[in-house]
């Protein structure tokens, strides 16, 4: 049986920068909903729909490699 050393640190590196990218985004999202100290919460909300939006997308592609 022959391991394929490069493509298995590939997969690795590249699984490692999608998760920590997701989880950041993740947070930032969070960070967006979070309280507001009486400021507008307009940029706050937006700024959590295009991070969760993000996180959508990246588990759809994620999916879709999976299943294709």
Known sequence: MHVNW???VSVL???LAV???LVLL???GLR???ARDGRSPVPG???AAVA???CAAV???GIYVIVS
């Open 45 to 47: 909300v937006a700024l």
């Open 6 to 8: 490069g493509a298995l």
């Open 26 to 28: 993740f947070g930032l």
């Open 52 to 54: 969760f939006a993000g």
């Open 32 to 34: 967006g909903i979070a």
């Open 13 to 15: 590196v590249v699984s």
């Open 59 to 61: 588990i759809g592609l």
């Open 19 to 21: 998760v920590v990218g």
